[in-house]
Nanobody, 123 residues
């Protein structure tokens, strides 16, 4: 069964760091484009970071310079290192996978989604 499972969310103070993990089962992550999306209450879903199957990475403007996305093909996992967190980063974070080649920014193009992990940035 194809599955994505996120972990690593939690409560952190402003300026702190978290590392999110996304584990895949039933398919090979390196063959897919992977993205991290987030959604805060009352707000639209936002693309945070994207990695194509050939390793190109793109970050949304709001996280550029603070977040780093990486992929460990041997472990079939993707990570999102989040530094200098701000209260506006508070959201449920989802990882998603698409069969489409290249960098894919639209959530509608993603075939598989995890259940999400809550990140709360608050003092």
């Amino acid at each position: 069964q194809w599955q994505l499972v996120e972990s690593g969310g939690g409560l952190v103070q402003p300026g702190g760091s978290l590392r999110l993990s996304c584990a895949a089962s039933g398919f090979t992550l390196e063959d897919y484009g992977i993205a991290w999306f987030r959604q805060a209450p009352g707000k639209e879903r936002e693309g945070v970071s994207f990695i194509s199957s050939d390793g190109r990475i793109y970050y949304g403007d709001s996280v550029q310079g603070r977040f780093t996305m990486s992929r460990d093909n041997a472990k079939n996992m993707v990570y999102l290192q989040m530094n200098s967190l701000k209260p506006e980063d508070t959201a449920v974070y989802y990882c998603a996978a698409t069969r489409i080649l290249g960098l894919v920014y639209a959530g509608e193009e993603y075939d598989y989604w995890g259940q999400g992990t809550q990140v709360t940035v608050s003092s």
